[in-house]
């Protein structure tokens, strides 16, 4: 305690600052470098370990400032990317990312600092990322932020690849924070912080003698503190006077904690934010040390825990800021004895940030896109069997009630503090895991994992900042990009099982605890109902035996209180009653004390009764039990219990009147007699009546004053004895599970923002969020996940509509020995930036993990078939075994334009005269050059979606996974009887003769070159191998028979390709198993030779793709 008082002391060392004058320096301040050299090893003393990570404490003090500053009006509309940029992955991922994108960023402004180790290029490195990916979309803008606020941005990029912060260039770790303290332009309040976030540097000893540059850094903070400038207040005075006099504060933990009891209006709240500092930097001191030793990790388990969660109910910002900080302190560093206190607080955050309105419909945004966002949190949420009544109420909120957190409204200013918080934690790498472990996988903890990723995934929506501010939904954000990237850096760590529970008792205990949730929620709307409910799925082995049904009953904490007290009294239940009472423990307890044990278990009804039942159980067990002195029999201790009830009621009943409430003497004349005949001893009776009158028997759902948040508190910690400890690891053996279990909810908010984001820093931070949740789920072979990716993606992407594009009027442009098509499909698609950088992340995200794919074989193969028949991509080239077949001919387009062959006659006659001679034509007009520079984006974004690589990992796939694509393609097919369709008729190619018979030709079946792609692509990967043709040489037998049966409905060069297809099947299928199908298909062959004999020789004018 006297370290962190003279620590929090050091304060006041390093130029404090007098804010009685504006711009002034104390006249203690450091002028020179021995002085400095002195605070930066704090007079001489050894290193002082600090229990969190000095990396995050540093990004931890950048937000404190910058979270400061945002509220103050000159930054209050900084972009998002203050927010975002300092929160991505790391470089070296970015690097590793390297697949073309053309992102335009903001211009980093110049910055006085030289380079540092860790390459201060993070911004650098966003501008190099759209060159990378090759695109020619639109640059975007980005707000350019004031450089106080750019600096902290900046330093957070480059702390992102620091791994040791000894190593980390001092002046570039100094820069931001100098910048404040220099400006004028800032509060006093925000130059108080820069001064204390510096002075924890060198306190805690992130800076030493040993740091890079260390000389120099020293100079900049002298030339610093002697020139610090700022707005004048009138907030700051006492409070410095407050930390200048704490070193002659030499109190005990327990007298810190005290000071910020809410009851206790001696205290100001000036003096609980006081306390609250101290504190703080004695938990970020010695955090762990503290939850080591008993008394006092007692003190922060009990009084600390119970003031924290009521002061995060303040109004007062300064009080609800320093509550959540130290919480978030305690919790990141002493959270292993913390178990339920954790689970409490973090319900409270969920239950008053999560918001209960349905996400607004946005234009051009489909609404399926993001339908896996919770509308409401687990904790809170009444399962479906309750929403009829409304009348049971989830155990968790009815905890939260008794303590008074069940959430509510909260202002705007503090709901982001409370986001700020909850993302402090989650920057913890295993935190999210650790969530998972102690409290979803177990029965009656709530699915704090689950929540807090729902929570984060709904406030990253923009309107969440309709009743936050705007920061909140970039923090959200952020916090669940990093939630991401935590599992996939641990992706390649060797699994460490040491202490840990087995991942498969978790696993069945998540299982059971979800049978056991929807048992309880029809048990308190049905008892009878639930019973059997849970009989039938083995939770209760017999519901006919009253003791295994009693057990249940009595350890399951979701049980409502008030259906179980009604239906364990019904007199068709005595023998269940006599059971649950058996089962409490009254071995040394007094009579009132084993009463209180027994209301608090159930609520007791309200009809007389009900309450002599209950009572004569109890008072059998009681005397059969306990064998109490001074109690006659069973029916005196009836008597006297009934009395008990009636002193708690009269003495703690409102409608009473204060002189005429029982006394003593009142009491005791109640119970003259009744004593097999005697009177009670007086002290007995003197006791039982001091007990009741100052502690309250709290019944459950009374929670209306402060004795009954008194007792819940003392419930909570009876609980903790039998939870246990929280498992804090380092591990990544549950990410599997874990990911599976919030995988969507993350999925739907990056598809949200991926659409409405227009900030450069937003789509690079979203496009390695997306690619890390691929690699995810395939490294845990998670195929629903990895579908829905790529559905998101698909969608987002634009080529895969449900109907496919028109090709009627595609123009072949060529120059030189070069052409290019363009289409309708091309133009659209080299226009929308965002769907290119969607198709770019989507065959990212397919590259290497196509052995995952079930579902989403769909979507891609309408991506293949619309990009094959704009001859944006070539044939299957580099697939084996190839089929003896000519390439596959395309619609040839409906003019070939020769640029070169047009000399450089560029006028506007020229043009005029070109436009009208197509018109007279009736051909199209020619592409403008606009569109010609949207295909030749288009050219070069499916350039660098690497698709002849991917086809070739498709042809070595495993078999189980060839299935599922043969069977997606040959489900894109026609139906098996096709109606002949009559479209635009075709046009023929440039300068041929219009025939007569053109009108027949036009009534022919329309030529679907896109149809033929997915046959042949579903051909060669049936005919494989042996193994293939077994599995799926029977099927594509039957789809390709099908259309010659039909042959009328198809285009001759259709047909006449399925046979080709046909028979290179019926020359691969050697294998024994197929000889019957072979027998099959020749007759089938001799069959319709007759009908197709000519159908391969003629032409039609196609072209080769």
């Known amino acids: 305690m006297t370290i962190a008082l003279e ?68 930054w209050a509309h900084s972009s998002v990317a203050a927010i975002l940029s300092g929160g991505g992955a790391s470089r070296s991922y970015e690097r590793e990312l390297s697949v073309p994108l053309n992102v335009s960023l903001a211009t980093k402004s110049p910055s006085t600092i030289a380079p540092t180790k860790s390459g201060s290029a993070g911004v650098e490195g966003e501008h190099a990322l759209a060159s990378r990916w090759g695109l020619r979309g639109k640059k975007g803008k980005s707000l350019q932020d004031n450089p106080l606020m750019s600096a902290f941005t900046r330093l957070r990029i480059d702390l992102k690849d620091c791994k040791d912060i000894r190593e980390f260039d001092t002046p570039a770790l100094l820069h931001p924070f100098l910048q404040v303290i220099r400006s004028s332009s800032t509060s006093a309040p925000i130059t108080s912080l820069a001064l204390i976030s510096i002075t924890k540097f060198f306190s805690y000893n992130i800076i030493n003698r040993d740091s890079p ?52 209006r001696q205290h100001t709240d000036t003096m609980r934010v006081m306390s609250l500092r101290i504190i703080d930097v004695a938990l970020e001191v010695a955090g762990p040390s503290i939850a080591r030793h008993p008394s006092l990790a007692q003190l922060a388990k009990d009084d600390l825990c119970r003031h924290l969660f009521q002061l995060v109910r303040s109004e007062n910002m300064a009080l609800l800021n320093g509550s959540l900080r130290v919480a978030g302190t305690l919790l990141s560093t002493c959270r292993n004895v913390l178990k339920l206190q954790q689970e409490l ?86 935190f999210m895991a650790e969530l998972f472990v102690n409290y979803d996988s177990e029965v009656d903890r709530a699915d704090l994992c689950e929540d807090m990723v729902g929570l984060l995934s709904r406030n990253a929506f923009p309107d969440s900042a309709t009743w936050s501010t705007t920061n909140v939904p970039p923090l959200c954000l952020d916090a669940l990009l990093g939630y991401v990237q935590f599992i996939a850096e641990r992706l390649d760590q060797p699994p460490n099982y040491d202490n840990l529970p087995d991942p498969a008792r978790l696993r069945s205990q998540r299982q059971r605890k979800k049978v056991i949730i929807q048992g309880v929620a029809k048990f308190n709307e049905n008892p009878k109902a639930g019973i059997a409910y849970l009989a039938s799925h083995k939770i209760i082995e017999d519901p006919d035996n009253p003791h295994l049904v009693a057990k249940f009953l009595k350890g399951t904490s979701r049980i409502s209180k008030r259906v179980l007290g009604e239906f364990i009294s019904k007199k068709s239940n005595e023998a ?79 409608n009473v009147k204060p002189q005429d409430r029982m006394s003593f003497e009142g009491f005791v004349k109640n119970l003259r007699g009744v004593n097999g005949g005697k009177d009670f001893d ?222 450089n006659d560029s006028g506007l006659l020229s043009a005029f005269t070109s436009y009208l001679s197509s018109y007279a ?151 024994r198993s197929s000889q019957g199908r072979n027998y099959k298909i020749t007759r089938f062959l001799v069959d319709i030779a007759a009908v197709t004999s000519t159908s391969g020789g003629r032409s039609y004018g196609f072209r080769s793709s």
């Open 7 to 74: 620590r929090l002391n050091g304060h006041g060392s390093p130029g404090i600052l007098d804010p009685s004058t504006s711009g002034s320096v104390t006249q203690n301040a450091p002028t020179d470098l021995s002085d400095l050299y002195q605070i930066g090893n704090m007079k001489g003393r050894n290193t002082i370990p600090i229990a969190v990570n000095p990396v995050e404490l540093v990004t931890t003090e950048c937000i404190t400032v910058t979270s400061s500053m945002r509220k103050h009006s000159r």
């Open 213 to 264: 540059r260390l000389s120099m850094a020293l100079q900049l903070l002298s030339a610093a503190v002697t020139h610090c400038r700022f707005e004048a207040t009138d907030s700051a005075a006492d409070e410095i006077v407050l930390l200048r006099i704490l070193k002659l504060m030499e109190e005990l933990f327990r007298v810190l904690i005290d000071l910020l009891d809410p009851h206790n």
């Open 345 to 430: 607080f973090l319900s409270y955050l969920v239950a008053c940030l999560h918001p209960r309105v349905e996400i607004p419909r946005e234009p051009g945004i489909d609404p399926n896109l993001y339908s896996g966002v919770p509308q409401a949190p687990k904790l809170v949420k009444p399962s479906p069997s309750q929403t009829s009544s409304g009348r049971s109420t989830p155990v968790p909120v009815k905890d939260r009630q008794k303590l008074g957190m069940e959430g509510g409204s909260r202002k705007p200013e503090a709901r982001e503090a409370m986001v700020e918080s909850i993302g402090a934690l989650t920057r913890i790498p295993n």
């Open 576 to 654: 269940l009653l006599d059971e649950f009472i058996g089962l409490l423990n009254f071995d040394g307890k007094r009579v009132d004390e084993a009463l209180r044990d027994l209301l608090g278990s159930f609520r007791l009804p309200g009809e007389a009764p009900l309450i002599t039942r209950i009572l004569t159980v109890f008072s059998d067990k009681y005397i059969t039990k306990v064998k109490p002195s001074g109690v006659a029999d069973k029916d005196s201790l009836f008597v006297l219990t009934y009395a008990i009830i009636m002193l708690n009621t009269n003495l703690y009943n409102r």
């Open 682 to 903: 007086t002290d007995f009776l003197q006791s039982i009546y001091t007990s009741i009158q100052h502690n309250e028997i709290i019944l459950p759902d009374e929670h209306e004053n402060k004795h009954a948040f008194e007792y819940a508190w003392k419930e909570l910690l009876m609980k903790t004895v039998e939870t246990g400890e929280l498992a804090v690891f380092d591990s990544n053996v549950f990410d599997a599970e874990m990911f599976q279990a919030t995988w969507r909810p993350v999925v739907a908010t990056l598809s949200y923002v991926f659409m409405s984001a227009s900030d450069d820093a937003v789509f690079s931070r979203v496009v390695i969020g997306f690619d890390q949740c691929a690699k995810i789920a395939a490294r845990y072979n998670q195929t629903e996940a990895l579908d829905r990716i790529i559905y998101c993606l698909s969608s987002i992407s634009t080529l895969a509509p449900d109907t496919p594009p028109n090709t009627s009027l595609n123009t072949e442009v060529q120059a030189g020995k070069k052409s290019v098509m363009v289409s309708e499909l091309a133009v659209k698609l080299g226009r929308d930036f965002r769907a290119q950088l969607a198709t770019v992340v989507l065959f990212r995200v397919l590259m290497g993990n196509e052995s995952i794919v079930r579902k989403g074989w769909t979507h891609i193969i309408k991506i293949l078939h619309n990009l094959f028949i704009n001859s944006l991509i070539p044939q299957f080239e580099s697939m084996k075994p190839k089929l003896d077949v000519p390439p596959i001919p395309l619609q040839p387009p409906s003019q070939i334009i020769d640029r070169d062959g047009r000399g």
């Open 921 to 1071: 034509a009736d051909d199209p007009p020619e592409p403008s050059d606009e569109e010609l520079e949207n295909t030749l984006c288009t050219v070069d974004c499916v350039s660098a979606c690497s698709i002849p690589e991917i086809l070739t990992n498709i042809s070595l796939m495993p078999l189980e996974s060839v299935v599922s694509l043969v069977n997606a393609l040959l489900s894109d097919l026609p139906d098996t009887t096709p109606a002949v369709i009559v479209v635009k008729p075709e046009r023929p190619p440039p300068n041929a003769s219009r025939s007569p018979s053109s009108k027949t030709d036009a009534d022919r079946p329309n030529y679907d070159p896109g149809m033929i792609y997915v046959l042949e692509l579903a051909t060669i990967l049936t005919i494989r191998d042996q193994n293939t043709i077994c599995e799926l040489g029977e099927t594509l037998t039957g789809a390709l028979q099908n259309i010659v049966r039909d042959f009328k409905g198809f285009h001759s060069l259709v047909v006449s390709r399925v046979i080709s297809y046909l028979l290179s099947l019926l020359c691969h299928a050697y294998c």
